[in-house]
């Protein structure tokens, strides 16, 4: 996130996929607590909403029609 500086979802995977782009972007509209509580975090990772403006790189990922359509 620009205004925020922080990391509002992220997906590691083997390649490039629709799939992934589109768990990347379901991330980061869900509350992460959850997650932070379950690894012993020490501060909440409460970041999450809907964003105003999402920009990506021209990655196949990105471009496919499955990940355009959910977005």
Do not use: N, Y
Not at 26 to 48: C, F, N, Q, Y
């Amino acid at each position: 996130c620009c205004t925020t500086r922080s990391i509002v979802g992220r997906r590691l995977s083997r390649e490039p996929s629709a799939a992934s782009a589109i768990a990347t972007v379901h991330m980061l509209l869900r509350d992460k607590g959850i997650w932070a509580d379950a690894v012993g975090a020490l501060s909440p990772w409460s970041m999450h909403g809907t964003p105003e403006l999402l920009v990506t790189d021209c990655g196949p990922a990105f471009k496919s029609f499955a990940f355009r359509s959910v977005m």
